[in-house]
């Protein structure tokens, strides 16, 4: 018998897809200014990455308003409990139709495996793509800002190394979504609210 | 009542919505400019002026009767000596002294050169720079454009037929200087031009940012002198005072940080310069580009190329070749499929470009040269005929293009010094005549007054233009990738870093294996899924 529980409010759904759309364009557009390929061309890439970048900080304001006014940043507290058996479920249990060793509810919606990861996006590349990319757009104003010693190519290869662990992240993201008890049951979960438990 | 107030009301409406209608039809239907009156004295109601001029110096006795200092000024100024002492290196310049590798040098060769200079009858060691009627005004102020000084004359103009050289049975026309005289006017593109876009010797050679193009150009050559647009003459940046003409290769300015130069300023530098008028943060849409002018001059982007009028420039010029003969001992000339000269026995071969990109270099407006006193030493690298100074960490330098000339030249493999031979000339040991080093560098090198061992070799020598003329609209300007891709216009620019060309390796690797590691993994796991869901 399974029931069904409400996991994401209208905001936090939102919040996840244009913040989606938005990772995704900024990708598509950095690796246009890389140099991997060219859709956009250099100088309009530019342009797109820096309106991209300035909505994402726009959209983020409110998403941070939101989790400490609804409490909900409280899902990103780490926890040991259960990893290892999160762990021991991707490698093993799921390929044997094992239980899936957590069972989400409205206070815990993200397995600790999960709170692992997208806390170390949030403390780690996150800030790391921030720092660098805020410094990027200011790049003139750095000797105003007495950061004249600064290296701009320090910074550009940090933003890369950002880019290229948010590119590894979406991808490991994108397919565990399909591991929960139908495979479409998470995207469901993201698009309705509902999610369906055991 | 109230209808009046309705008719006003309408009126006033009719009457501003018509004011406007001008400004509307002006970018439809450009009317055509009108003549500028640009002086207020009508040169042929003087008196002084109504007479037959044999002279050059004739001419400017008359112009001295009322613009009494004008010679003075002129006297002063660096188009009058051909010389300059730089004030930071204290090397002794100016046409008079440096050497390039175009036609090489002026000593022994003066009445050839001096068909250049602003005055009259230069054409030895011995010119009387002292003379104010030696001063030669129309060369800047002829409107007519029929004023000539044929090289071979030192400088005067030909006023009777005359067989030159004698002999040769080719004639050259004499000029009405009294004609010319009476319609002085301000100095034009055309004024200046007569000999800044034939430096080297000939249109467009040696600059290649300054050819007849520019005389009347488009607003794709150039986007202030644009004949039917703004109109620019040479002097509207090249602000003269008292004669003197503001700009300077010997001491350019690299970086302008001064912003606009307000009337009454103190501390005003270069009027020349492209800040001067547009301040350092001209772009008002991207200021992403203002942060670019801090670093790069305003040249680098917006003269994508030079030599765009149409007119090639030479890019090498190689003396070594010089002198051959044909089979019937006279001298050779070959060109290219468009007609244009690359081989001359006088002077070897070259080779020439239109549309050129140029060469980039940081430039801080040090330029040191080499001249006559300064031991050169051939080896593999070219000699720099110029050293221009400049590097990313100075504070003082910006990104430059430049037009680097090469070419090989004769020297002296003894005394180790540049050479000056004695080329134009029509007499025995003029080398352009009998095309015999041995007896033109004697000559050139007595003149030049510099020791010579007897033995010449050829060197090969470089030297750079900053490029600064020919300024496309702004929609012509380089676009982002010309420099931010691996192929990049700046290549060989370092200490900076350019997003797109200085990616770092190594991170590109790391990143892409582990994006690459995490695509295989999850598709090993999907895939493990699916077949372990069906067995069970």
């Known amino acids: 018998m399974?029931?069904?529980?409400?996991?994401?409010?209208?905001?936090?759904?939102?919040?996840?897809?244009?913040?989606?759309?938005?990772?995704?364009?900024?990708?598509?557009?950095?690796?246009?200014?890389?140099?991997?390929?060219?859709?956009?061309?250099f100088e309009k890439a530019v342009a797109y990455h820096s309106t991209a970048a300035w909505t994402l900080i726009g959209l983020w304001v409110f998403a941070i308003f939101w989790h400490f006014t609804t409490g909900e940043w409280k899902q990103y507290i780490p926890t040991t409990e259960k990893v290892v058996a999160m762990m021991n479920y991707y490698l093993f249990g799921i390929f044997k139709n094992a239980p899936h060793p957590f069972r989400l509810t409205t206070l815990r919606k993200h397995n600790p495996l999960q709170r692992l990861a997208y806390l170390f996006i949030l403390v780690c590349v996150g800030p790391l793509l921030w720092v660098t990319g805020g410094l990027y757009l200011f790049y003139d104003k750095w000797a105003a800002w007495g950061l004249g010693n600064l290296s701009l190519e320090w910074v550009a290869t940090g933003h890369t190394i950002g880019a290229f662990m948010m590119l590894a992240f979406l991808i490991a993201h994108v397919y565990l979504t399909t591991a929960g008890h139908t495979p479409m049951a998470h995207i469901k979960a993201m698009i309705t609210g509902w999610e369906e438990v055991d | 009542m109230k209808t009046r107030l309705i008719k006003t009301t309408l009126a006033l409406c009719c009457a501003s919505w018509l004011a406007?209608?001008?400004?509307?039809?002006?970018?439809t239907k450009p009317e055509p400019k009108p003549v500028k009156l640009t002086t207020t004295a009508d040169h042929t109601k003087f008196k002084q002026l109504q007479k037959t001029f044999d002279s050059g110096p004739e001419v400017t006795k008359a112009c001295l009767e009322c613009h009494t200092e004008a010679a003075g000024q002129i006297h002063r100024t660096k188009h009058w000596k051909w010389e300059f002492m730089n004030p930071d290196t204290k090397q002794v310049l100016g046409k008079k002294k440096v050497l390039n590798n175009f036609c090489i040098s002026i000593p022994s060769n003066y009445a050839s050169c001096t068909s250049c200079h602003v005055g009259y009858g230069w054409k030895d060691a011995n010119f009387d720079f002292s003379k104010e009627e030696n001063v030669d005004c129309i060369v800047c102020h002829d409107t007519t454009g029929?004023?000539?000084?044929?090289?071979?004359?030192?400088?005067?103009?030909?006023?009777?037929?005359?067989?030159?050289?004698?002999?040769?049975?080719?004639?050259?026309?004499?000029?009405?200087?009294?004609?010319?005289?009476?319609?002085v006017g301000k100095s034009s593109r055309d004024t200046c031009g007569s000999c800044h876009f034939n430096g080297g010797g000939g249109d467009g050679v040696k600059h290649g940012d300054m050819d007849s193009s520019l005389a009347a150009p488009t607003k794709a050559i150039d986007v202030h002198m644009d004949a039917e647009g703004l109109d620019f003459t040479c002097g509207t940046c090249h602000k003269s005072s008292s004669h003197d003409v503001a700009g300077s290769r010997y001491t350019p300015t690299a970086k302008d940080d001064k912003g606009i130069q307000v009337r009454g300023k103190a501390g005003s530098g270069n009027p020349a310069t492209c800040v001067a008028c547009h301040d350092n943060a001209p772009h008002k849409k991207e200021a992403r580009l203002n942060q670019h002018a801090t670093r790069i001059a305003c040249q680098t982007c917006h003269i994508p190329t030079y030599a765009r009028g149409g007119i090639a420039t030479k890019i090498t010029w190689d003396w070594s070749t010089a002198g051959k003969r044909d089979k019937d001992g006279k001298h050779i000339t070959l060109k290219d499929a468009k007609g244009r000269i690359t081989y001359e026995s006088r002077k070897g071969d070259f080779t020439l470009a239109e549309n050129v990109k140029p060469e980039y270099a940081w430039f801080n407006g040090e330029v040191k040269y080499t001249l006559l006193t300064d031991k050169i030493e051939k080896s593999e690298q070219r000699t720099p005929i110029n050293r221009m100074g400049g590097s990313p960490a100075d504070g003082k330098?910006?990104?430059?293009?430049?037009?680097?000339?090469?070419g090989s030249q004769p020297y002296d493999p003894v005394n180790k010094t540049l050479?000056?031979?004695?080329?134009?000339?029509?007499?025995?040991?003029?080398?352009?005549?009998?095309?015999?080093?041995?007896?033109a560098i004697p000559v050139g090198m007595k003149d030049s007054g510099t020791p010579y061992s007897g033995k010449y070799d050829f060197i090969k020598t470089e030297m750079s233009w900053p490029i600064t003329h020919m300024v496309a609209p702004k929609d012509k300007a380089m676009g982002c990738v010309e420099c931010h891709a691996r192929e990049s216009r700046l290549a060989g620019i370092t200490g900076v870093y350019l997003p797109a060309r200085d990616n770092n390796r190594l991170i590109d690797t790391a990143g892409w294996t582990i994006v690459l590691l995490t695509l295989l993994g999850v598709i090993g796991h999907g895939t493990l899924r699916i077949v372990t869901r069906r067995k069970n």
């Open chain 2, 419 to 439: 050479i000056t031979p004695h080329t134009a000339g029509n007499d025995d040991t003029g080398f352009w005549k009998n095309l015999d080093w041995d007896k």
């Open chain 1, 2 to 41: 399974s029931e069904r529980i409400y996991v994401f409010k209208r905001f936090e759904r939102f919040w996840h897809w244009s913040q989606a759309a938005l990772i995704i364009f900024l990708m598509l557009t950095a690796f246009d200014i890389h140099g991997v390929y060219s859709i956009f061309g």
């Open chain 2, 146 to 183: 029929n004023y000539r000084k044929p090289p071979g004359f030192a400088g005067n103009p030909v006023t009777r037929d005359t067989e030159f050289p004698p002999g040769s049975g080719k004639i050259i026309k004499g000029i009405d200087l009294s004609k010319i005289a009476q319609k």
């Open chain 2, 20 to 27: 406007s209608g001008p400004a509307y039809a002006e970018e």
């Open chain 2, 397 to 406: 330098s910006m990104i430059w293009p430049m037009k680097v000339f090469r």
